[in-house]
């Protein structure tokens, strides 16, 4: 889920902020880390709360009901579905480059992918765990044709760089979050905590083998990209991969970087609908959501009516087209309630101190701190620089408040009770 069609857009912005060779490359791998600090502390939460509904749990534990809530309200209302409208409508975007499709036949097309990613996951967790590793292997395979191919270019391709210029705080910071972006979604496995076999060893391992995955692509891709264009070309163009493609390749090369930007953005589609809905199960099954969406499907044991709501919503941002204002209001509730979950270490470690815990984070506290300090930067940042989308998300935070005093009732479901989850 975590490469999508960031890796292919990304290292523009970060090109624009560090006109050097060696910044680049250090941004990616501080990005990475960070990122894998925050995968850490989610290993350590899921494998002491192996329940349904993960970063809600986490968060449930640490924070209290009423920032449980909060986060499953912004996830439902904004976060998520937002984002599986804007990947639906992103990817008819790029069929239009191969067959034109406009207006009502590209809402359509939108609305058909949903219902078909959807369909997948709610008649099973592994038909859905089936689709993502073939996906994951197709985009994975394609972005190692590409920098093959730019290694394989003929020397003449290879541009010099720009000559360094100084390199401040501030600009390395707006490069990071954009690296940040990139790296986005290791979370989401804990959704699926309750249904992993063998929790306690399968959460880490899968986090630290998926997040060095990523890393090492990463850096393969940026190491293609400045093989083949020089840092101002790479700063000037709004399609990275495409270009770089472009030169190594020819004309062919952009017809593969749309093909690998479609299964990217399917990719991340179908894992929305794998994840998400377990966030809403556990909330109901918690009473703080619509108990309907703490059904089990009889027949295929899934959170049908979630997975199913979830692509009602979506389809409703796709008619209405509100989905790209909303995406980036859910960006700064996103980091938010990563920070909230990460301080969850640190919460729970004094709190709870007896609560079993098969892994405990490595480099606590240092880590966890460092993770919670460009969280603090990033949230910050965005206020400072997009004032609009920041202030809007925590509006839609805030307004999950009253809803919360007004559904607020005694908890009828254990943690135990919580993680029966679907399988």
């Known amino acids: ?5 960031g890796i292919f857009v990304v290292p523009n912005l970060v090109a624009r902020s560090l006109p050097s060779v060696p910044w680049i490359f250090a941004c990616w791998i501080f990005a990475g880390i960070v990122s894998f600090f925050g995968a850490l502390a989610s290993a350590e939460l899921g494998s002491a709360l192996p329940a349904t509904g993960g970063q809600y749990v986490f968060i449930r534990e640490a924070w209290g009901r009423m920032a449980g809530f909060l986060y499953g309200w912004s996830n439902f209302l904004v976060a998520r579905t937002a984002q599986i409208a804007w990947l639906a409508v992103t990817f008819v975007l790029f069929v239009s480059y191969f067959v034109p ?11 058909a992918l949903i219902a078909v990613f959807a369909a997948i996951n709610y008649v099973g967790v ?3 765990a089936a689709v993502q590793k073939v996906l994951m292997f197709a985009k994975v395979g394609g972005l190692l044709v590409i920098v093959a191919g730019a290694f394989l270019a003929a020397p003449h391709l290879v541009v010099r760089s720009a000559p360094s210029a100084p390199i401040s705080l501030s600009f390395f910071g707006v490069a990071m979050i954009a690296c940040l972006l990139g790296y986005d ?18 959460i880490l391992r899968a986090l630290a083998i998926g997040m060095t995955i990523v890393a090492a692509v990463y850096l393969l891709a940026n190491a293609a990209y400045l093989r083949v264009l020089s840092i101002p070309e790479i700063a000037a163009s709004d399609h990275v991969g495409a270009s ?3 030169r190594a390749m020819g004309p062919a090369g952009g017809t593969l970087v749309s093909l690998i930007i479609m299964l990217s953005i399917v990719g991340t589609l179908n894992g929305c609908f794998l994840t998400s809905p377990r966030v809403y199960f556990a909330q109901a099954r918690d009473g703080l959501f619509f108990r309907k969406f703490g059904e089990v499907h009889p027949k295929y044991q899934t959170p049908g009516f979630a997975i199913l709501a979830q692509a009602l919503w979506s389809g409703v941002l796709v008619i209405s087209g509100s989905y790209d204002t909303l995406v980036d209001y859910a ?36 880590t966890p701190l460092l993770f919670l300090a460009v969280t603090a930067w990033f949230l910050v940042n965005t206020i400072v620089s997009r004032p609009v989308p ?4 925590l509006a839609l935070i805030v307004a999950g408040i009253p809803v919360y005093l007004l559904w607020h009732k005694p908890a009828t479901q254990t943690l135990a009770s919580a993680s029966q989850a679907p399988r």
């Open 1 to 5: 889920m975590v490469i999508g069609g």
């Open 101 to 111: 499709v406009r207006g009502v036949a590209a809402k359509l097309l939108a609305l």
């Open 126 to 128: 592994q038909a859905g």
């Open 185 to 202: 979604g290791w979370v989401q496995m804990s959704f699926v905590a309750g249904e992993i076999k063998n929790p306690q060893k399968t």
């Open 244 to 246: 770089a493609a472009e």
């Open 331 to 366: 960006m700064f509730a996103t980091w938010l309630f990563y920070g909230l979950m990460v301080s969850g270490v640190i919460v729970l470690r004094r709190t709870r101190p007896d609560l079993p815990r098969p892994y405990r984070m490595w480099g606590y506290p240092f």
């Open 390 to 393: 920041a202030l809007a998300g």
